[in-house]
């Protein structure tokens, strides 16, 4: 990939990262869409620790942003008295996520190489965004008020995000919601389960970036993973500003959106 290639997809993968409309997703469709002719070796080898290690420049954003979570999260494994339900509630709900991703990884892997799948998950993507919305008004719980197993299911849900075209923010916020967290709760937690994740996926594909053969790959993304980064600080910093506000379908002009995008996709694969 060029530079400006390498860019562009960065860019993308920090602004849809954290909005709930896919940025494996579109890390395949804007590809396809910019008709850049990729590789099959390249999409099939490279491509996705190309993707995480964008992920991880997302992932240290969020990381920065939710300073104060961490800082709490951190302090109290090495203070006996303090609260240990946030940490615990993180654990839980990233379990589910690791354990599928572990266990599917090569067929997962396999699925960033397809543009139709990609579309037809944003598609259904979306409807979960908008059946997810009408239970936001039930929303009334911090995250410290979350059982385990409610952490649980929400990691579950989560697990979508594993495949392209899934939101793994919208699908963990979805969660939230049916579990009976607040908008800016809901978000706040799944941004919170998307750090220990990234890092996961960064441990298991970014070291294939430092093979002889990919080191001029490696390179190119670094600088995609610092422009992800900061586009992701820009865009987590809009998202929660977005979900403090709106209290009554916040999530509704993401599922259009990605109903308009995945239609348009799926129609030029048979136009």
């Known amino acids: 990939m060029t530079i400006l290639q390498t860019l562009?997809?960065?860019?993308?993968?920090?602004?849809?990262?954290?909005?709930?409309?896919?940025?494996?997703?579109?890390?395949?469709?804007a590809p396809y869409i910019l008709r850049w002719h990729l590789s099959p070796t390249f999409l099939n080898e490279n491509f996705l620790p190309f993707v995480v290690m964008m992920?991880?420049?997302?992932?240290?954003?969020?990381?920065?942003?939710?300073?104060?979570?961490?800082?709490?999260?951190?302090?109290?494994?090495?203070?006996?008295?303090?609260?240990?339900?946030?940490?615990?509630?993180?654990?839980?709900?990233?379990?589910?996520?690791?354990?599928?991703?572990?266990i599917f990884n090569s067929k997962l892997t396999s699925l960033f190489g397809s543009a139709l799948a990609a579309s037809i998950f944003l598609i259904l993507n979306g409807f979960i965004l908008f059946v997810g919305e009408s239970a936001t008004s039930r929303g009334k719980k911090s995250i410290e008020?979350?059982?385990?197993?409610?952490?649980?299911?929400?990691?579950?849900?989560?697990?979508?995000?594993?495949?392209?075209?899934?939101?793994?923010?919208?699908?963990?916020?979805?969660?939230?919601?049916?579990?009976?967290?607040?908008?800016?709760e809901s978000a706040r937690f799944s941004m919170l389960l998307a750090t220990p994740i990234i890092a996961g996926a960064s441990v298991l594909e970014i070291p294939k970036l430092f093979k002889a053969a990919n080191r001029p790959l490696l390179h190119s993304a670094i600088i995609g993973g610092i422009a992800a980064g900061i586009c992701a600080l820009i865009s987590v910093n809009i998202l929660m500003r977005w979900f403090n506000k709106k209290e009554v379908n916040a999530m509704r002009p993401f599922s259009f959106y990605c109903w308009i995008v995945g239609g348009l996709v799926l129609i030029s694969h048979f136009v």
């Open 8 to 29: 562009i997809l960065a860019i993308v993968q920090g602004i849809t990262e954290l909005f709930p409309i896919s940025s494996a997703g579109h890390a395949v469709l």
């Open 55 to 102: 992920h991880l420049g997302t992932s240290i954003a969020l990381f920065i942003f939710f300073w104060k979570d961490w800082k709490g999260v951190i302090t109290s494994i090495f203070n006996s008295k303090s609260s240990k339900k946030l940490l615990l509630l993180i654990i839980v709900g990233t379990i589910p996520a690791a354990i599928i991703g572990f």
């Open 145 to 184: 008020d979350l059982s385990y197993g409610q952490a649980a299911i929400i990691g579950l849900f989560q697990s979508l995000g594993l495949i392209p075209g899934f939101s793994r923010s919208g699908s963990s916020m979805t969660a939230g919601f049916w579990m009976g967290l607040e908008h800016e």
